[in-house]
């Protein structure tokens, strides 16, 4: 099975601007995503709306294609760049620019979904643990996943969900087990074609969570899962956290 990843990366947004080129220890945050995504497929490309970053990334030896600012989303964004490379690959891995702490092993297992001939779309999920505390699942910068017993995605949120009735929030984490959504998705080329003409849907805009229109209409989600952390870069702050888990993981 071929494989391709495509790294969305715009420029202007909301809450971090420039975000692609925030230096991460001496690499700029797109590199890092770029260099990990390299560990597992051979053919990555970013695809920017944006020629600083277009540029940034040949300048350290990466593949890049402009593509439109006015898409709604990064798998609008990955669809119009897989279109532009002209490539014929069986699946389309999307792996967020804000994500340079993604592992290999990691992107292994999304492709590993796809060993079944019927898996549609897949992303990837890591269980909250007692120790990232409330205020981590509480957090509306990390959605949350509800999974069905096929280990498909009924739903997610950037509320907590489920709700624990009856039980002090402050024992959530110890009642049942919450999934954090990890910025990754892949597609087999043909429903990456079939879910970019879908219009917005009513939980898409309401969430601002892509994903919920390809279950709104009717897509089946495979759940990849991994106990591996990452750190998602939303806004600066998350960037200090980032580099503080960069020195961690490099002490050990």
């Known amino acids: 099975m071929k494989f ?18 925030a230096d991460i220890a001496g690499k700029i945050m797109i590199q890092r995503v770029y260099e990990q995504a390299l560990k597992a497929i051979d053919n990555v ?9 277009y540029d940034a990334v040949q300048s350290f030896g990466g593949k890049a294609v402009m593509t439109s600012e006015n898409h709604k989303s990064g798998t609008d964004r990955v ?8 490539d014929e690959s069986d699946v389309v891995i999307n792996i967020q620019g804000d994500e340079p702490f993604i592992q290999q092993q990691q992107i292994e297992i999304l492709k590993d979904c796809f060993d079944n001939k019927d898996v549609q779309l897949a992303t990837l999920v890591k269980p909250f643990s007692k120790e990232d505390g409330f205020d981590a699942l509480f957090n509306a910068n990390s ?7 096929n280990k498909e995605a009924i739903y997610f949120s950037r509320s907590i969900i489920p709700y624990v009735r009856g039980v002090d929030h402050t024992n ?11 910025g990754m998705y892949a597609y087999r080329s043909d429903i990456l074609r079939e879910i970019v003409q879908l219009p917005q849907s009513t939980l898409e805009l309401a969430e601002s969570l892509e994903q919920l229109r390809w279950i709104e209409n009717g897509y089946r ?13 939303d806004t600066p702050e998350d960037l200090d956290k980032a580099l503080q888990f960069l020195l961690r993981r490099d002490c050990h």
């Open 45 to 53: 490309w970013v695809a920017t709306d944006d020629f600083r970053i």
């Open 4 to 21: 391709i990843c495509i790294i969305p990366a715009r420029y202007a947004s909301t809450r971090f601007p420039g975000k692609p080129l």
């Open 172 to 182: 959530w984490l110890n009642s049942i087990l919450f999934y954090k959504h990890i």
């Open 79 to 86: 669809y119009e760049a897989y279109e532009k490379i002209g």
């Open 143 to 149: 959605p949350k996943v509800v999974i069905n017993k």
């Open 221 to 233: 989600i495979k759940v990849g899962f991994t106990d591996m952390e990452t750190i998602g870069i």
